[in-house]
Nanobody, 123 residues
Framework: QVQLVESGGGLVQAGGSLRLSCAASGRSFSSYAMGWFRQAPGKEREFVAAVNWSGRNTYNADSVKGRFTISRDNAKNTVYLQMNSLKPEDTAVYYC????????????????WGKGTLVTVSA
């Protein structure tokens, strides 16, 4: 079992920055990949970024490349999503998820999910 709790969401103006955190507990954190996904109002949930178990390999959706950075601190059992140059279209509930066997990029392949944190970007 893995428990995930996101934090760091809030209201920010366009062009601003936020850092999301996701604290994990349960199974050994350094043994699995982590991903961030988001769901905007009226839209399906989509992949944002993923990081492998060691933190050496990261993957980003095209929509956030150059603006968002995923990282992890295995000593703190935490994964982060640094979001810069935010746009109104980044407004969504952001979820972190654990992938025990894959790369953390496929929504259908994730094994555990947090409850999400809301990010609102005003124009």
């Amino acid at each position: 079992q893995v428990q995930l709790v996101e934090s760091g969401g809030g209201l920010v103006q366009a062009g601003g920055s936020l850092r999301l955190s996701c604290a994990a507990s349960g199974r050994s954190f350094s043994s699995y990949a982590m991903g961030w996904f988001r769901q905007a109002p009226g839209k399906e949930r989509e992949f944002v970024a993923a990081v492998n178990w060691s933190g050496r390999n990261t993957y980003n959706a095209d929509s956030v490349k150059g603006r968002f950075t995923i990282s992890r601190d295995n000593a703190k059992n935490t994964v982060y999503l640094q979001m810069n140059s935010l746009k109104p279209e980044d407004t969504a509930v952001y979820y972190c998820a654990a992938d025990l066997t894959g790369w953390g990029t496929r929504e259908g392949g994730m094994d555990y999910w947090g409850k999400g944190t809301l990010v609102t970007v005003s124009a």
